[in-house]
């Protein structure tokens, strides 16, 4: 119900935007999240944007990345700028039901606790 798009190669400091799209429900009243792995290594939590709109980053993609949704278009977005060789990674969004304040950080972080996930994209910055 989630199809991610949009990674590519990209050079170090280039710039990415990635789609999810969601078919069937509307996700509208759900969070919406993007998460990152790497071979051998737990998903990531990277960026989440609550239903109404309140946002939560990870640290390391502060100030370099923007997650916003389109509800109309049932469609979340991660725009990623000033790539480094450290966000390579397969990116997936994934969606919860969840009335949780953003303050309620882990309500968003735990990759456990959201119940629809894209296929994933990938994504590869060359130095």
């Known amino acids: 119900q989630l199809q991610a798009s949009g990674g590519g190669l990209v050079q170090s400091g280039g710039s990415l935007r990635l789609s999810c799209v969601a078919s069937?429900?509307?996700?509208?009243?759900?969070?919406l999240a993007w998460f990152r792995q790497t071979s051998g290594k737990d998903r990531e939590f990277v960026a989440a944007i609550s239903w109404n709109g309140a946002i939560l980053y990870e640290d390391s993609v502060k100030g370099r990345s923007t997650i916003f949704r389109n509800n109309p278009k049932n469609t979340l977005y991660l725009e990623m700028n000033s790539l480094k060789p450290e966000d390579t990674a397969t990116y997936y969004c994934?969606?919860?039901?969840?009335?949780?304040?953003?303050?309620?950080?882990?309500?968003?972080?735990?990759?456990?606790?959201?119940?629809?996930w894209g296929q994933g994209t990938q994504v590869t910055v060359s130095s």
């Open positions: 069937g429900p509307t996700f509208s009243n759900h969070a």
């Open positions: 994934a969606a919860r039901l969840t009335s949780s304040s953003i303050y309620n950080s882990n309500a968003y972080t735990s990759a456990g606790l959201y119940d629809y």
